[in-house]
């Protein structure tokens, strides 16, 4: 589901000239995806000459490539036609094993239960990798996250507490190259970044890569319209109250703050900041569940029992290769993770994808539909929040849902942006089988030909 978020960093870059480019004004149109630029930082340096191979979300090509790389950085591309027991590949990428509940250990003061955290402080200090690149918060703010090359235990537990989010994480790639003492590298990042720093990271000229991704969905494009989230849809004054939030199984968002906890229906939330709340590169996204890493941690698909904190809850480990696995096993063997049973679900998930579809404000948006200026009464949400979670999708199958209807919303905004021929050019294959099976049916049909 959304996860709202702060993303814009000062934007300055040395020109082909060696002359400084100030973006601050220019973004997003001085950037080669223009609307559909995700700040990844890839433009903010010299590697801004391999835009065109780079970029996940340049028209035509962008995602497309997605294909290729699983090739290049697994082995094999996914398997859409064998779904594993608890999960398919078709929608959550390559797998090398089933996936799994997991928790951190000992991780205080993180978003959820310091998993990634964990993971990058035990590659450093088995000495597996010189340098993390990794996102902190600059100022110690989750709101107004930074792209640091970490070195030392307390330069990646900046990073503990800060959501996935829009973030320059190649901000750093001149950084990387010209400092020589750094031969074995971690890069942490969320799926477009991760898809940009796969097309160049040969050219880094590094001994050892290693790529731990994050789940990632619907960024907010500014800290402003991240604070007229928190403002508008949590009803509190200030962004600093708020110490991080997500939508979660519950069907509420949930919000740590810095007095508490609180919760909030779904449905209680004004559709009117829906649309300016998500950034335009998270509309053309097909890349959920990070595709390229080679292992990824979410918590789409974790069960939420009832009346519990996202900092207390399980969330998903997707291993993909060899490497994932040895991140895994260096990080559990260092007593930083508790390993939980393999993720499973339940519920039919393929309705509730296309109702959820018909009734949302972004697509009523693409539509010319109405949008609801208010939310339902909190007694209202909260007993819909109730039923939903008895009758809709659990655990991994929830996943499965909120893939689908992203992967849906996002076709539909692809093909009104750039036309049907176009989108399809971008649209991964994977994608398309999903959007495929959907065509069959006519109210996704006729969605579409409202574009
Ligand atoms: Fe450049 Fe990254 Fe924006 Fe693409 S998404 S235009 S590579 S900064
Ligand atoms: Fe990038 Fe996609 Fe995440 Fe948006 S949703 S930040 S485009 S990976």
């Known amino acids: 589901f959304r996860s709202p978020q702060t993303s814009l960093q000062p934007l300055s870059r040395r020109g082909a000239a060696g002359r400084p480019l100030d973006y601050a004004t220019g973004w997003p149109q001085k950037f080669p995806a223009k609307d559909h630029c995700s700040r990844c930082g890839l433009c903010e340096t010299t590697f801004v000459s391999r835009v065109k191979d780079a970029c996940a979300l340049l028209p035509e090509t962008g995602m497309s490539r997605m294909h ?64 993390v690149v990794c996102i902190a918060g600059e100022q110690d703010s989750w709101a107004t996250p930074e792209a640091i090359v970490a070195k030392s235990a307390e330069q990646i537990l900046r990073g503990r507490g800060v959501k996935p989010s829009l973030a320059p994480s190649l901000k750093v790639l ?28 040969d050219d880094l000229d590094l001994d050892e890569v290693y790529v731990l991704g994050t789940n990632c969905v619907d960024n907010s494009p500014t800290p402003k319209a991240a604070e007229n989230f928190v403002r508008v849809g949590l009803g509190l004054k200030d962004i600093e109250e708020v110490k991080g939030y997500e939508f979660m199984q519950d069907f509420r968002v949930h919000a740590k703050t810095s007095d508490g906890y609180l919760t909030k229906p779904y449905f ?29 941690v979410g918590y789409m698909g974790a069960p939420l029992d009832s009346g519990r904190r996202m900092d207390e809850s399980f969330q998903t480990l997707t291993i993909r290769n060899q490497k994932g696995a040895d991140m895994i096993e260096t990080t559990r063997k260092r007593g930083l993770l508790s390993i939980g049973p393999t993720a499973t679900g339940k519920g039919s998930f393929e309705d509730f994808a296309l109702s959820t579809l018909k009734s949302d404000a972004i697509v009523q948006s693409m539509i010319g539909g109405s949008i609801m200026e208010k939310g339902l009464p909190d007694w209202l949400g909260t007993m819909l929040a109730f039923l939903l979670q008895r009758i809709g999708p659990t655990g991994i199958n929830f996943a499965r849902y909120s893939i689908d209807y992203h992967i849906l919303r996002n076709y539909m905004h692809v093909v009104g942006e750039w036309g049907e021929t176009s989108a399809k050019k971008f649209v991964p294959a994977y994608a398309q089988k999903i959007i495929k099976k959907y065509l069959e049916k006519d109210s996704m049909t006729n969605l579409l030909s409202q574009i």
């Open 174 to 201: 001149d950084e990387i190259k010209e400092d020589r003492s750094i031969r074995k590298l971690l890069f942490c990042g969320v799926g477009c970044s991760v898809q940009a720093f796969r097309a160049i990271q």
């Open 68 to 131: 290729d790389l699983e090739v290049k950085v697994h082995g094999r591309s996914r398997n859409t036609h064998h779904a594993m027991d608890t999960a398919d590949e078709g929608r959550f990428g390559v797998l090398h094993e089933e996936m799994k509940l997991v928790k951190g250990v000992g991780m205080n003061d993180s978003q959820w239960t310091g998993v990634v955290t964990s993971i990058a402080l035990s590659m450093l200090e088995a000495k597996k990798v010189d340098a």
């Open 268 to 296: 209680c939330l004004p559709g009117v900041i829906a649309k300016p709340s998500i950034a335009t590169s998270c509309l053309a996204c097909f890349d959920y569940t990070n595709g390229l890493a080679d292992v990824v």
